[in-house]
């Protein structure tokens, strides 16, 4: 099936800005680990900037160090695709919203959003 899709950035609300909630990744340590220097070291190495410059050139997410976000925008320009509707919120330093119904909207969200998905 040829679908032909896109990225948009998200609307504006009310007050003329946007808003977005982001997903980030917490680099842990299992309190039980057998081994914590170990496990520190290579938490030490994944939130670097050379581990975060070669995730960025991956092109599959985008790194929490500017620089390998920079390089995960250069490799996703290199497949002709424009994520500036991701970037814009860094760019534009957008807010988090902030929400009052937390427990509601994360109920009411991930069905929402498989419907889409699925068409």
């Known amino acids: ?3 032909n899709v896109g990225l948009a950035p998200i609307p504006t609300g009310p007050d003329g800005s946007r ?6 990744l917490a680099d842990s340590i299992w309190s039980g680990s057998k081994n914590k220097n170990a496990a520190a070291k290579w938490v030490e190495y994944l939130t670097s900037p050379a581990c975060q410059d070669v995730v960025g ?7 929490a160090i500017a620089s390998g976000t920079r390089n995960a925008q250069a490799t996703f320009a ?5 994520v500036k509707s991701f970037t814009q919120h860094v760019e534009d330093k957008s807010p988090v919203p902030d929400f009052g119904q937390r427990c509601e ?3 009411i969200m991930p069905p929402a959003v498989d ?3 699925e068409g």
């Open 57 to 63: 050139q991956q092109g599959v997410v985008f790194p």
């Open 19 to 24: 808003a977005s909630i982001f997903n980030g």
């Open 105 to 107: 909207i994360a109920t």
């Open 78 to 82: 290199g497949r002709d695709i424009d």
């Open 115 to 117: 419907a889409v998905l």
């Open 1 to 3: 099936m040829n679908v």
